[in-house]
């Protein structure tokens, strides 16, 4: 029989919240296949695994488990409809290198979705680095773990004051502004930092000073802007385009 | 003193759902930003427009129009925070021409962000037209219309027999494939039609044989796929660049 306690349902619980993440150093991980590459790429951080019975795995022997019903996984779980597996895992704060990669900086970004769909493109593209303003949303918001498809687990990622960062950073800061330079007509495009805005406000006027480069994606059209994530897309495809085909 | 008939609000809200869009041949456009673009570009379009006393425009005289409270626009709004205006509008049945432009073919995308996300795409880059399989979400609901932020009305779009159309279809079809061709060392891309896939399944199998050349964002990290509006706007951004740098 399953059977998982009250103080561990409560626990599980309090990690959709950004302050108890912050206290337990813990997040969840929610669904059969992101709960499998947690169990691949962070074998040590992994604290609890509750599963139903159609969860397949030859591995679980290796974590505290639990089995659980349907019914109690719906208890624990933040997704509407959970599938098959949640684990706890340990947040490991990290102090990446910058040198002579394309790292992303992002300034605020504050929706969930975005922010998920940022990182997969940063683990698309093999960047492995991704500084982040205090205010931009927790990655670990269940939201963006589920929106990031696994990227949370490959890529590091850094909160910091982002204005002394880059006042105190010594690479390029290429920043994407709508009056910056043409990325299709740019001579140079080289490894540095990206510095993606707001949805709404885009770059704050506190940052927009440590920006080297001003760069731009030409508009043919009558859109006012495009959403961040595809403009990040776009933007870290052109820089990628240029390094693997010189 | 406003006053919003109980009859209207039951229309208004019955245009949240698409089948009574279909049979009334009318869609919701809310907030002051996309009312005064649909005031703008659908102007033989617009069947009524709500709005409340903080939206300000010299035009609303062209329009029906009816002064409503707050409250009133919270009970005809799809949005959890509704602002200002919403306006009935129109759809007009397009059939548009492909020749010699880069037009999208989108299978079964479902989520209404990423269809707004790609409409904005479309219209950034000044794609005018995109034909839907009939199962794609439809680009007359709330969400995506909110989502498109105006795009909306500038794009022509054709829901069709997608098998059927792909088949009769005169112009090179490219389709993005995990298994294509690189995008960035592919040696012509020129104007024709880009089918994207399903968010999960991909394009579906009766329409893959119609595709003429497969093509592909390369991949240097370890993510399985990419967002399909971030994929549309990397393979776009990819034509385009050659197009406006050659």
């Given at each position: 029989?399953?059977?998982?306690?009250?103080?561990?349902?409560?626990?599980?619980?309090?990690?959709?919240?950004?302050?108890?993440?912050?206290?337990?150093?813990?997040?969840?991980v929610?669904?059969e296949k992101m709960v499998q590459e947690a169990m691949m790429y962070c074998k040590n951080q992994i604290?609890?695994i509750?599963?139903?019975?159609?969860?397949?795995s030859e591995h679980l022997?290796d974590f505290?488990?639990?089995?659980?019903?349907?019914?109690?996984?719906?208890?624990?779980?933040?997704?509407?409809?959970?599938?098959?597996a949640?684990a706890?895992v340990?947040?490991?704060?990290?102090?990446?290198?910058?040198?002579?990669?394309?790292?992303?900086?992002?300034?605020?970004?504050?929706?969930?979705?975005?922010?998920?769909?940022?990182?997969?493109?940063?683990?698309?593209?093999?960047?492995?680095?991704?500084?982040?303003?205090?205010?931009?949303?927790?990655?670990?918001?269940?939201?963006?773990?589920?929106?990031?498809m696994g990227a949370i687990f490959r890529?590091?990622?850094?909160?910091?004051?982002?204005?002394?960062?880059?006042?105190?950073?010594?690479?390029?800061?290429?920043?994407?502004?709508?009056?910056?330079?043409?990325?299709?007509?740019?001579?140079?495009?080289?490894?540095?930092?990206?510095?993606?805005?707001?949805?709404?406000?885009?770059?704050?006027?506190?940052?927009?000073?440590?920006?080297?480069?001003?760069?731009?994606?030409?508009?043919?059209?009558?859109?006012?802007?495009?959403?961040?994530?595809?403009?990040?897309?776009?933007?870290?495809?052109?820089?990628?385009?240029?390094?693997?085909?010189?």
């Open positions: 029989m399953s059977g998982i306690s009250k103080n561990k349902i409560k626990w599980i619980r309090s990690l959709q919240l950004k302050k108890n993440r912050e206290t337990e150093g813990l997040f969840l929610e669904g604290q609890y509750a599963y139903t019975d159609s969860f397949v022997a505290e488990h639990q089995l659980v019903s349907e019914k109690e996984l719906e208890m624990i779980s933040s997704l509407k409809t959970p599938n098959k949640l706890v340990q947040i490991i704060k990290s102090r990446p290198s910058i040198d002579n990669q394309l790292v992303l900086a992002l300034d605020d970004i504050q929706d969930p979705g975005n922010m998920g769909t940022i990182l997969r493109i940063a683990d698309w593209y093999g960047i492995q680095t991704i500084f982040c303003s205090k205010n931009t949303v927790d990655c670990y918001n269940p939201k963006v773990v589920q929106a990031s890529i590091q990622l850094s909160y910091v004051d982002l204005t002394k960062w880059l006042k105190a950073c010594k690479s390029t800061i290429y920043g994407a502004l709508l009056e910056g330079e043409n990325i299709y007509t740019k001579e140079t495009l080289s490894n540095g930092v990206l510095l993606m805005g707001n949805e709404g406000k885009g770059i704050s006027k506190e940052n927009i000073e440590y920006i080297n480069e001003a760069i731009s994606i030409p508009r043919f059209g009558k859109a006012e802007s495009l959403n961040v994530s595809v403009a990040t897309g776009i933007i870290v495809s052109e820089f990628v385009r240029r390094q693997s085909t010189n």
